[in-house]
């Protein structure tokens, strides 16, 4: 290997940032350049003044956010006492991973690149934007800006020509080495792994609380043409403690039925064990695996065969192909110049992995399956609104989850992961445990108790509007004023007998607009205006409320404070296009703040 070593260190929340990454990696290696991949609150920051070559791949998320992987370093590289010259040593790029129907389009990445000048590195190249929004993706702008930085990294530094480029279609070793176990073993790893010991301090990722699951009920009529669902957990011993403004996240799990096909079409035996063991030193086994493992829980746990699977799946997928015809179509997608056909055949319909391999049988039924890990991105957690307060429900936690199902050019409709898998779930044909834990949400709510708000929560973005109104209606907090949107009373009007009873007992204000109904037009002062059909408003003529509007936006009282949550555009716009204004007295509005799930 040659020196520089790379350091590629990365900021993702989705997995994306994560991919590119390691796509960096594969391409150092083939260039003969030793290069370490990690994320970069497992990197320990103090030991950037002695790297001398770094690139930097950070996704932006929310509203200018950074990934829950690197806000630890995040708060230490923005440390004011650091010297202008701590990074003068170093050589960088920043690759930035956006969203550009977002304000603040990749702005983790834009102000990282500016910090790092500021501490003294030197950028080999300008920050890279990728894209989501851009028709190919954000390759069409890492592509070439990867050619570039070859070009400077291997500059000074050129591979000596006894070494040369590995061939892109030699496959590089995998990650992990897997062993068959002939036989399972006498007391189950996965059991001990389930039923654990006392957990040290509240649930997380790594050891999550397998909470019992006792009711699963939907909440829209039967004709509508969404399936919501309130489910109710028990948490009582788990030691989980939350207020109004917090999230759960959920580790979800595939059907059985995809379960079993993936397994057919691998040629692999669910209930065979295998042991792993990390090729590269500082790699480490995947935690949430236990040791040893059966195929089954490997698959139906860990892998997200559900998910539409990225460039470097094809480019893999292409290296370790023995069938000729299959190998070209696999090269010929992952290739460059490929790429907007693999947007027509997988992006935009949104193919899974799973029906990718159907798609290309030989190819799947040669996978080694310690390739598995290299090939697929592993499940991850879903985060959902907590809809309820410990103040009023103690002991139990509930989300409304809208179940993801809708359709595309092919076939069979999609649907999402973990909502499909948990409307799955009937508790009252048995015991159901579903593996959970909570972290603080963006929502914050005033203590004290003569502060009004106003809350905007159309559709199930009313969830976390039903845990604060909860938790302040059981404090005596007074001001509660909620405007709700749907589209049909009588179908997805969700907590409509619990809002009416608040506003008979005058904790709760509520405003409603249903989009499928006729709405009147209020206009202030008493006027008929607008559209045909309005009307004067006789107890709220300062509102403004356009038919078939679902998002509102509120410029409230001095005093109120205002919060907005919706699934309908990026956070920080309107929830949807014409919104309703509500003035609450004649003082100066404070900025909405948004959510969006």
Not at 42 to 59: K, R, T
Not at 116 to 144: F, K, R, W
Not at 222 to 233: A, K, M, T, W
Not at 317 to 338: D, I, M, N, Q, T
């Amino acid at each position: 290997m040659l020196s520089p070593q790379l350091l590629v260190l990365f900021g993702s929340q989705t997995g994306t940032a994560q991919d590119v990454s390691e796509r960096l990696g594969r391409e150092a290696r083939r260039r003969q350049l030793c290069c370490r991949v990690q994320a970069l609150d497992s990197y320990p920051v103090v030991n950037l003044i002695n790297e001398p070559l770094v690139i930097f791949v950070c996704a932006t998320t929310g509203q200018g956010d950074p990934p829950d992987n690197m806000k630890g370093f995040w708060k230490f590289i923005f440390r004011r006492n650091l010297p202008s010259t701590s990074l003068c040593q170093m050589d960088f790029a920043v690759l930035g991973l956006g969203d550009s129907s977002y304000a603040k389009f990749n702005f983790v990445a834009k102000k990282l690149h500016r910090r790092l000048l500021q501490l003294g590195g030197s950028a080999l190249l300008p920050v890279c934007l990728g894209d989501d929004q851009h028709e190919l993706g954000p390759d069409a702008t890492i592509d070439p800006w990867l050619r570039d930085l070859w070009e400077k990294v291997l500059g000074p530094h050129a591979v000596p020509l006894d070494l040369g480029v590995t061939a892109p279609a030699v496959p590089w070793p995998s990650r992990f080495t897997l062993q068959l176990l002939q036989e399972a073993p006498r007391k189950c790893s996965e059991e001990l792994s389930v039923a654990g010991t006392d957990p040290q301090g509240p649930p997380s990722e790594l050891q999550p609380f397998l909470a019992p699951m006792v009711t699963n009920q939907r909440v829209t009529g039967p004709s509508h043409f969404q399936d919501v669902r309130l489910i109710e957990f028990d948490i009582s011993g788990s030691g989980i403690s939350f207020a109004a403004g917090d999230v759960v996240l959920i580790q979800p799990e595939n059907a059985a039925s995809r379960v079993q096909q993936f397994c057919q079409l691998l040629g692999l035996d669910p209930d065979q064990h295998f042991m792993l063991q990390p090729q590269e030193p500082g790699v480490p086994c995947p935690e949430r695996l236990p040791q040893p493992c059966s195929v089954r829980r490997l698959v139906s746990q860990y892998l997200d065969i559900s998910s539409v699977p990225r460039r470097s799946f094809f480019e893999l997928l292409a290296c370790l192909s023995p069938h000729e015809l299959e190998r070209e179509k696999l090269l010929e997608l992952s290739s460059a110049r490929g790429q907007e056909e693999l947007c027509e055949y997988c992006t935009r319909p949104r193919r899974t992995i799973l029906e990718v391999l159907c798609d290309f049988p030989h190819t799947a039924s040669a996978v080694p399956p310690a390739y598995l890990f290299d090939l697929i991105p592993r499940i991850r957690p879903r985060a959902f609104s907590i809809a309820s307060s410990l103040l009023a429900h103690p002991e139990r936690l509930q989300i409304l989850v809208a179940v993801v199902q809708y359709r595309t050019r092919l076939k069979e409709p999609r649907r999402g992961l973990c909502s499909s898998w948990l409307a799955s779930l009937d508790p009252g044909q048995g015991p159901v445990q579903v593996p959970l834990w909570v972290r603080s949400g963006g929502l914050k709510f005033p203590e004290t108790r003569d502060t009004p708000v106003i809350l905007v929560g159309p559709g199930t973005g009313v969830a976390p509007f039903r845990a604060a109104i909860q938790e302040r209606v059981a404090r005596g907090q007074i001001g509660n004023v909620l405007f709700f949107g749907c589209r049909q009373r009588d179908q997805d009007f969700y907590w409509e007998a619990e809002w009416k009873e608040l506003q008979e007992r005058g904790c709760l204000t509520l405003i409603t607009a249903f989009s499928r109904e006729q709405v009147a037009v209020w206009r202030p002062g008493g006027r008929r205006g607008g559209r045909p059909g309005t009307q004067t408003h006789p107890t709220h003529p300062c509102c403004v409320l356009p038919a078939g509007a679902e998002g509102i936006r509120a410029a409230p009282d001095p005093r109120a404070g205002a919060t907005g949550v919706g699934a309908a555009g990026a956070p920080g716009r309107p929830l949807l296009p014409g919104g309703v204004s509500l003035a609450a007295g004649c003082g100066g509005a404070r900025p909405l703040e948004t959510l969006s799930r």
